[in-house]
């Protein structure tokens, strides 16, 4: 059984679209993330949830917006794609969002915009 | 000057050599640091953490944090091919109230040759 998974795993699209990724975790976990990891590996965090309440929203343009629709689920819908949201998004549930909570990862959806 | 910095590689080593990857933060405000590993194409999966300086050993692993200096290490003895992956540093920061969040390094790429 998949603990999060990303929906979907390939995305390839035009520049200007709009595009989600869905996310769901099957661990009971009540907080929820999107990182974004740039082709230098380098992984930073996007947003966090708590029990279906944003927590964490770092300096990420408003074409990018978050909904968690349920603790389960947080999904990540990208308007206006850019050349530079090319990227792999990743996933993560915690239990909580304590300072000494173990994340863990979906699979990650990999987004190219040409 | 980057929260945190990481060594980032690529290291490549022969089976059963001692492993040390390295990380440096700038901010005492960081509690806990971990180790993550991702494998090619696959999501980061937490390896080990701690809280204190000191060394936290784990089978062949040991994490070594050291307050003082704002360096964090990672030793794997007796490497295997099968250890050949990114090895990621996180550490968390209070991000207001009780919520915490993750501040990862670079990544090093490790490879063990057989």
């Known amino acids: 059984d998949t603990a999060v998974s990303q929906t979907p795993k390939y995305l390839v699209t035009q520049m200007g679209n709009d595009k989600s990724i869905k996310c769901e975790q099957n661990?009971?976990?009540?907080?929820m993330y999107w990182y974004k990891q740039d082709s230098k590996k380098f992984l930073k965090i996007m947003f966090s949830y708590n029990n279906k309440e944003l927590i964490i929203n770092e300096t990420v343009p408003n074409r990018f917006s978050p909904k968690s629709p349920d603790k389960a689920h947080l999904n990540l819908h990208i308007n206006s794609l850019e050349l530079g949201d090319s990227a792999v998004y990743f996933c993560?549930?915690?239990?909580?969002?304590?300072?000494?909570?173990?994340?863990?990862f979906g699979p990650g959806t990999r987004l190219l915009v040409l | 000057q980057k929260e945190v910095e990481q060594d980032p590689g690529p290291l490549s080593v022969p089976e059963g050599a001692i492993v040390s990857l390295n990380c440096t933060y700038s901010?005492?405000?960081?509690?806990?640091f971990m180790w993550y590993r991702q494998y090619s194409r696959k999501g980061p999966e937490l390896l080990m953490y701690t809280y204190s300086s000191g060394n936290k050993e784990d089978g062949r692993f040991t994490a070594q944090v050291d307050k003082s200096s704002k360096y964090i290490s990672l030793f794997i003895r007796d490497s295997q091919p099968s250890d050949s992956a990114t090895y990621l540093c996180a550490m968390t920061l209070n991000s207001g109230g009780s919520n915490y969040k993750l501040t990862f390094g670079k990544g090093t790429l490790l490879t063990v040759n057989p």
């Open positions: 993560a549930s915690s239990q909580d969002q304590g300072r000494m909570e173990t994340q863990y």
């Open positions: 661990l009971g976990h009540d907080t």
């Open positions: 901010n005492s405000a960081f509690q806990y």
